[in-house]
Structure formats: structure tokens, C-alpha cells
């Protein structure tokens, strides 16, 4: 499909770090926690893998450095490979936040390549602390076994943990995550969206760090651009029949990126957003030297 250029309204500012959530699928249910309420019956958006093909080479025009993968379980969507393969072969970095909880062997050699990284959300050091986070027995046995394996692999893996509930034993799960050699972790409260926001009402900006659309932002599985995958509740633009410079250069996204207040700077951690990469580094919000990691991959 041919989309027709829109004149921008004001010279736009490009985030230098962009997520796709590609589908909603997820093997996991986490039913206190998912900010995108993603689940096995779950599907993969109104977002075709052309749709994201032309996002991605339109984000490399345009600057962007890095994206990141994101779910649900990003691997679950049938274009999985080929987006990854698509988003180095125009010089982007690109994470994949995963679960996991199943990693298909042609998979490992993917995320083995140059430019790849991982991300993953880890909640206990027990099953049964893991598995109650999660809604699926036997995923935090499986989790930690391919966190083990990718490390023996060389693969960057950073892991974000939630503080969900009461205890939780999250100090524990730090500490036994060092002990297998994964020292990227990082520890967040939960966010009130999607399924943490059941007791709250509607979501608030006072749930975001603060950095959101100040260099990051996030498109849904069914086009909707939001300035974070956190702050979905924010719609900026779409970009199913519109080019990606448009929607930043139009007064809607220059509206809600005024929205969220940028003085607060909530230091939230890994699973607040992935603000960092556009800061240069040495933020407070999630990882210093990256970008963050939102609730939970699904």
C-alpha cells in the first residue's frame, strides 16, 4: 500500500528508541500484572508483518538506533524471524523481550547474532513464587533454564523483576540471578495498567516515569503509536495508513508527550519503560547504560 506523505505541523523530534508490541499471544497470563492483558487465546493485531516491515524501514530513515520486540511473546508471531532479520539488515539494534518459557532452536541461533540482545521478567526464586506471578506451572523452571542456557551462550540477557505482591522473596531472586552470572537485573514496582489496574480505575500519568515520548515510543499491535509501551492508554497517532514521521511531527503527539510530567522522574526500574536509550545513558528510569523493561512480556 502506497501512503501518502502528510505535511508535518512542526519539525518533528524522533525518538531514538522505538517497541513494537507485535501480537497480544502469550503463553503466560499473569493475571496481576500483564499491562497488555496478553494470553494464549490472544492474537496478533490488525498489523500485518508488511505493516512492520515498513515501520521498521521508516524508523531507520528516519533515526531511530534501536527497537525492541515486545509482547505478549513476541517470538509467538509468524513473522518473528523475518522482522529481526529486517530491522539488522538496516542497521538497528534490536532487543527482544521474551518470557522464556519455550526457545525454539533456530531461535537461539537468532538471538546469538550481532545486534541482539534479550530481556526478560523473572519474579521468584521458587516455583511456586514464579509460576502464582505468571498464571502457568512449570514457567519459572523453564525460564530459568534458558536464562541459564543463553548465558552459557554469550547472550545478553537483562531481567527485570516486579514487585507484585507480598512475599514475593524479589531480594532472592536477585541474589540467585547473580549467582548464575546474570548481573543486568533490575527491580520495579508494578504499574497500574491492564491487569494491575483491576482496583484502580482508569490508568494515570503518575504511573509513568516521566520519560515517556522524551525519546522512546511504542507501537500497539493494532497501529496505534503511544509514548511508551507503559503509557497505552495515551494514543498519539496511527501509523496503519499514515508515515511514522507524520504522527511525530503532529500536534496530537506533541499534546500527549506535553501531558506526561517530565519533572517528576520517577526512578522506576527495568519494567517502567524502555526511556533510558534516549537519554544517552545514566538515567533513572530502568537500566542506566540502555532502556528499560515494561511489566511483563505477557
Request: charged share 20%; glycine share 12%; aromatic share 4%.
Amino acid at each position: 500500500m502506497t501512503i501518502a506523505p502528510e505535511a508535518p505541523t512542526t519539525t518533528p523530534h524522533i525518538p531514538g528508541f522505538l517497541e513494537l508490541e507485535i501480537t497480544r499471544r502469550c503463553q503466560l497470563t499473569c493475571p496481576t500484572l500483564c499491562f497488555v492483558k496478553a494470553g494464549p487465546t490472544q492474537g496478533h493485531g490488525t498489523m500485518t508483518g508488511e505493516d512492520w516491515k515498513r515501520v521498521i524501514s521508516e524508523a531507520a530513515a528516519l533515526g531511530v538506533k534501536k527497537i525492541q520486540l515486545i509482547g505478549g511473546e513476541p517470538t509467538l508471531h509468524p513473522d518473528f524471524a523475518a522482522l529481526v532479520e529486517h530491522a539488522l539488515a538496516r542497521g538497528l539494534e534490536v532487543r527482544v523481550y521474551t518470557n522464556l518459557y519455550r526457545v525454539r532452536r533456530e531461535h537461539w541461533t537468532l538471538f546469538s547474532r550481532p545486534g541482539v540482545t534479550l530481556a526478560t521478567s523473572y519474579y521468584a526464586d521458587t516455583d511456586e513464587g514464579h509460576d502464582e506471578v505468571t498464571g502457568r506451572t512449570g514457567s519459572h523452571a523453564a525460564t530459568r533454564a534458558n536464562i541459564i542456557e543463553a548465558h552459557r551462550r554469550g547472550i545478553r540477557v537483562r531481567v527485570g523483576i516486579v514487585d507484585v505482591r507480598d512475599g514475593q522473596r524479589v531480594e532472592q531472586a536477585r541474589a540467585e540471578l547473580e549467582v548464575l552470572g546474570i548481573t543486568d537485573v533490575h527491580i520495579d514496582r508494578v504499574r497500574a495498567v491492564g491487569n494491575a489496574a483491576k482496583d484502580t480505575g482508569l490508568p494515570s500519568t503518575s504511573e509513568l516515569c516521566g520519560r515517556c515520548a522524551r525519546g522512546t515510543a511504542a507501537i500497539l499491535s493494532d497501529g496505534t503509536v503511544t509514548p511508551c509501551v507503559i503509557g497505552r492508554f495515551l494514543p498519539a497517532g496511527q501509523i496503519r495508513n499514515a508515515p511514522l514521521a507524520g504522527v511525530f511531527a503532529s500536534p496530537q503527539w506533541q499534546q500527549v508527550a506535553a501531558s506526561i510530567p517530565a519533572g517528576r522522574l520517577d526512578p522506576c526500574g527495568p519494567d517502567c519503560g524502555p526511556n533510558d536509550d534516549s537519554q544517552g545513558g545514566g538515567g533513572t528510569c530502568g537500566p542506566a547504560d540502555d532502556s528499560a523493561i515494561p511489566n511483563s512480556a505477557g
